[in-house]
């Protein structure tokens, strides 16, 4: 197979590798999707071939993103994206609980999402602080 890509676009392709691949294997320990390290590395190994070095690095023979290319902010692309992840569920797990603990009906969406809307407010203005627990 043939695709034909400019540096840019084939630059863009690999934060997409390598974003797919944090999502899929970052917390999964020894037990990883090895077809998506190896096809990262093939991706990696393209990069170094063909014009962009600094952002691979071979490893024991292994070819695996740069601590440039992984300090070049595409950590902080994956952090904003967990913490609206993050907020997102925690909005909706809290909203259910309430409708719950209120004996409302938590299939109500129009209900649901006024809450959610509420909680999501509340974290864009204190984000976590005015979270407590008890236990």
Not at 39 to 68: D, M
Not at 80 to 106: G, Q, W
């Amino acid at each position: 197979m043939d695709i034909k890509l400019s540096t840019k676009e084939f630059r863009h392709l690999l934060d997409l590798v390598y974003v797919g691949n944090w999502i899929l294997n970052s917390t999964r320990g020894n037990d990883r999707f090895e077809e998506y390290d190896d096809l990262q590395e093939k991706f990696f190994t393209i990069a170094a071939q063909n014009g962009l070095p600094e952002l691979a690095q071979n490893y024991y023979g292994h070819i695996f993103p740069s601590q440039a290319y992984e300090e070049g902010g595409i950590h902080d692309a994956i952090a904003d994206y967990e913490d609206a992840v993050f907020f997102d569920i925690l909005a909706e797990e809290l909203a259910r609980r309430d409708m719950t603990e209120e004996h409302l009906n938590p299939d109500d969406l129009t209900e649901l999402t006024a809450r959610m809307d509420s909680y999501m407010d509340e974290f864009e203005i204190n984000g976590i602080d005015n979270i407590s627990l008890n236990i």
